[in-house]
């Protein structure tokens, strides 16, 4: 073993005249190889330690804590009161009623029947409130990855068409999506989906709604004939070329009920004691326009209605599962792409209602959750479900305890499909497309994107890539290009780490970047560079050149004084990981600053501070 030597500048003025203290400091022995690497794959896949409950605890005490890491409800429900079950009671009627016509919808969005969005509402409402570890997650379709089965599986094959293996491969797509979300959970790879940024999301989600709003115009329009495609160039160009098309009683009928779900919206936001207003208000909108239907005939004139639903609980669809050649690479491509979509979408919602109550969510347990109810609800005539926002909010607002609400959802779907689906044969479907017009206006989060502008443009790039990649492209090549550009950024940080020239602030020991602090001393004959990241071999043919230029341009400044540069002293504080090229890059530096007769040193930042 050997010692190092490092310097201690209190600050220039006190290093005239002053002898400088050496401090001897012993070179720790290197890591075991195994054990190294032990812990690289514990933190990579375990930084929550998650087996750290087992430990000390005899077999059955492990059992247990096993049985309810899995299903959370047995940690839980011994604890339930009935005080928790009436609020979750009122919070999982008042859901159930922004599931029934969402449900609706988003199915007729994904180009489905109508009925599976019940569906969908049903069985994987049950599995999350086994499985799930929020406590305010409403569960359900949504209208992104309704959209995202659309426009991928609706390349590949009609579903006006070729109905039956356009459903088949849509409840297979489902199926991969449930198997990839829980594998990512088993494994522990999670961290996989945080390569979606909060840029990307709010770029991705933004133009997915507009698609989405531009596709309801088939349905408030009354058209027969409508594009597959996503882009709003082929959109507008279908709409504006059937205008002869267009139905005028479908249209004011859309307006009308649209201007009264914005409305009921724009009340609770203003009185959040009324939630339950804009909550409501979609059901409500779907009994007044089959009422209105029903008594006016309207249907005879202009007005397109769902038609029959079929009555009973899920029929069994587990032999509907299409693994044939011809659509297996499709029907997989589309699982994990809107797998990964979901995740991401169901995650943060869940952890950010989570910190409103102070309770943590495990990431790996809810993919776990996710993909079990994905795969279970493809075996049961459900398409893609996950964490829904606009769901979720009005969970939370109704004031849930626990995924009991859930629960009760699912049981007042399930009464809605034995007993009331007949009722809906007169809604029509123009207010179905009002109210996903009316949910899509709110995922557009333009005050998100006008932050990213002032604080980070390369992020406000990123979004804005991923928004007009949606509309003008398709929803694929804007996710595609936004998952790129925020790719390219972790390189850039990685392949091109901020280097900085530090000085001491006035009357401190502290040392900052001299051109974030102006006015900072600099010691003569004295380059302090702060090297920002980890060296590896991305990035040391770059720090070896830019510590060359950094020193160049110090030694060019100082000529002009008649002063000469002596030491070079690295800040290595933020490096917490060096390579074997980062370690040959630094010993070459060292070399060359040898032949120019300077002396070179590194300690870490913690020194300037003493």
């Not at 005028?248 to 201007?259: D, Y």
């Not at 809605?416 to 017009?437: D, G, N, Q, R």
Request: hydrophobic letters at 45%; charged letters at 15%.
């Amino acid at each position: 073993m050997g010692n190092a030597e490092y310097d201690e500048y209190p600050n220039p003025s006190s290093m005239k005249g002053e002898n400088r203290k050496k401090h001897q400091v012993e070179i720790p022995p290197p890591q075991p190889f195994l054990k190294s690497l032990k812990n690289t794959v514990k933190e990579t896949l375990f930084p929550d330690d998650p087996l750290r409950q087992f430990k000390n605890q005899p077999p059955l005490k492990k059992l247990k804590l096993g049985v309810q890491y899995f299903f959370p409800i047995f940690e839980w429900a011994p604890r339930y009161t009935f005080d928790f079950f009436k609020s979750d009671l009122i919070s999982g009627i008042t859901i159930a009623s922004l599931a029934i016509p969402q449900g609706i919808s988003y199915a007729k969005l994904a180009n489905l029947p109508p009925i599976l969005g019940l569906y969908s509402s049903f069985v994987p409402a049950l599995v999350y409130a086994v499985m799930g570890s929020s406590r305010d997650l409403a569960v359900g379709t949504v209208a992104v990855a309704s959209l995202l089965i659309a426009s991928m599986l609706g390349e590949e094959v009609n579903p006006t068409d070729n109905p039956t293996l356009y459903l088949h491969l849509a409840l297979t797509a489902t199926f991969f999506a449930g198997l990839f979300e829980a594998a990512l959970g088993i494994f522990r790879l999670g961290f996989i989906v945080d390569f979606l940024s909060h840029s990307t999301i709010v770029g991705f989600m933004g133009g997915a709604a507009t698609v989405v709003i531009l596709q309801q115009l088939k349905g408030i329009l009354g058209l027969d004939h409508f594009t597959q495609s996503t882009d709003i160039i082929s959109v507008l160009r279908s709409v504006f070329t059937q205008t002869h098309e267009w139905r005028w009683q479908s249209a004011v009928l859309g307006f009308c009920f649209l201007f009264y779900l914005l409305a009921a919206r724009f009340f609770s936001q203003k009185r959040p004691k009324f939630f339950w207003v804009s909550a409501m208000a979609p059901l409500l909108s779907v009994i007044l326009a089959t009422i209105l239907v029903y008594f006016t005939h309207a249907e005879n004139h202009g007005v397109q209605v769902i038609g029959e639903l079929k009555k009973g609980l899920n029929p069994l669809s587990i032999t509907d599962l299409s693994f044939g050649a011809p659509y297996l690479s499709i029907a997989i491509k589309t699982g994990i792409v809107t797998g990964v979509v979901s995740l991401a979408e169901g995650i943060a919602v869940g952890r950010s209602f989570a910190m409103y109550k102070n309770y943590n969510i495990d990431g790996n347990k809810e993919m776990i959750a996710f993909g079990m109810m994905n795969i279970v609800g493809s075996c049961t005539s459900c398409y893609l479900t996950t964490g829904p926002f606009s769901r979720s909010a009005v969970n939370f607002n109704a004031g849930c305890k626990t995924a009991v609400s859930n629960i009760v959802m699912a049981l007042a779907v399930m009464v809605t499909l034995l007993v009331l689906t007949p009722l809906f044969h007169y809604t029509p479907l123009v207010v179905l497309s009002s109210i996903i017009v009316s949910a899509m206006l709110g995922l557009i989060d333009y005050n998100a994107a006008i932050h990213l502008w002032h604080v980070d443009k390369f992020d406000f790039l990123v979004c804005m890539s991923a928004y007009f990649g949606v509309v003008f492209a398709s929803v694929e090549i804007g996710l595609v290009i936004a998952v790129a550009l925020s790719l390219l950024r972790v390189l850039l940080y990685v392949a091109r780490p901020k280097t900085l020239v530090l000085g001491n602030i006035p009357d401190s020991n502290i040392y900052r970047n001299v051109e974030q602090y102006p006015n900072t001393d600099t010691v003569g004959g004295v380059l302090i560079l702060d090297l920002g990241a980890p060296i590896y071999f991305t990035n040391a043919s770059y720090l070896r050149e830019r510590i060359s230029r950094w020193i160049d341009d110090e030694e060019d400044k100082l000529k002009s004084s008649g002063e000469t540069l002596q030491y070079v002293i690295l800040d290595m504080g933020a490096v917490g990981n060096i390579d074997t090229s980062g370690i040959s890059m630094l010993e070459e530096v060292k070399r060359n600053l040898d032949r120019r007769d300077l002396k070179v040193t590194h300690f870490s930042q913690i020194f300037f501070n003493l």
